[in-house]
């Protein structure tokens, strides 16, 4: 089964720039979906963005506009390239591939604070 490892995460003033990663163990050219999720504490999971084989995304309201999502089939590995950070955006940020089981990652801490 491919194994999802997230990187990219750390500590950014309000305002500035992250990008994540996504590196899959193994193929994701047959996986439709893949989406970014996030977990604030004492907050449920939600769904950031999600993107198909096809290159279609769709969005969080709360990132449309300064969140990209993006998928490089040949290298395994599907982004988030996140902007105009602000302090709710503080989260852990999980990768998730939409097969059959679902597939989760462990997660990557992004905390925006001055």
């Known amino acids: 089964q491919v194994q999802l490892v997230e990187s990219g995460g750390g500590l950014v003033q309000p305002g500035g720039s992250l990008r994540l990663s996504c590196a899959a163990s193994?193929?994701?050219?047959?996986?439709?979906?893949m989406d970014w999720y996030r977990q604030a504490p004492g907050k449920q999971r939600g769904l950031v963005a999600a993107?198909?084989?096809?290159?279609?995304?769709n969005y969080a309201d709360s990132v449309k506009g300064r969140f990209t999502i993006s998928r490089d089939n040949a290298k395994n590995t599907v982004y988030l390239q996140m902007n105009s950070l602000k302090p709710e955006d503080t989260a852990v940020y999980y990768c998730?591939?939409?097969?059959?089981?679902?597939?989760w990652g462990h997660g990557t801490q992004v905390t925006v604070s001055s």
């Open positions: 998730h591939a939409r097969t059959l089981s679902g597939i």
């Open positions: 993107i198909t084989s096809g290159g279609s995304t």
């Open positions: 193994g193929s994701i050219g047959s996986i439709n979906t």
